[in-house]
Nanobody, 123 residues
Framework: QVQLVESGGGLVQAGGSLRLSCAAS????????VGWFRQAPGKDREFVAA????????HYTDSVKGRFTISRDTAKNTVYLQMNSLKSADTAVYYC????????????????RGQGTQVTVSS
């Protein structure tokens, strides 16, 4: 079973940058992808970005396009989320989750997600 562990969160000033990492143990299949989600206190979970393991196709929510970049390193079994021009609205717990890709649809695996890493952006 694949397990995911995030790292790289922290406190940063508005306008700053952070890079999150999601390290996977176990083998990811070509039909897998990994997504980043975030949840702020009192708010619903929000999709941030995703990347397919085979081919590296990326998807982003509109609010982070042009600021965040998701990538994967298949040799290191790791997915990264480079976050630039951070805003206070980006403050949340970020976690990665494994997805199964069926054509254009993604099925997020409920039991395969990391424990989360806190990102706090001070204004």
């Amino acid at each position: 079973q694949v397990q995911l562990v995030e790292s790289g969160g922290g406190l940063v000033q508005a306008g700053g940058s952070l890079r999150l990492s999601c390290a996977a143990s176990g083998r990811l299949m070509s039909s897998n992808g990994v997504g980043w989600f975030r949840q702020a206190p009192g708010k619903d979970r929000e999709f941030v970005a995703a990347v397919s393991w085979s081919g590296g196709k990326t998807h982003y929510t509109d609010s982070v396009k042009g600021r965040f970049t998701i990538s994967r390193d298949t040799a290191k079994n790791t997915v990264y989320l480079q976050m630039n021009s951070l805003k206070s609205a980006d403050t949340a717990v970020y976690y990665c989750q494994l997805g199964q890709i069926y054509g254009s649809a993604w099925d997020w695996q409920p039991g395969i997600r990391g424990q989360g890493t806190q990102v706090t952006v001070s204004s």
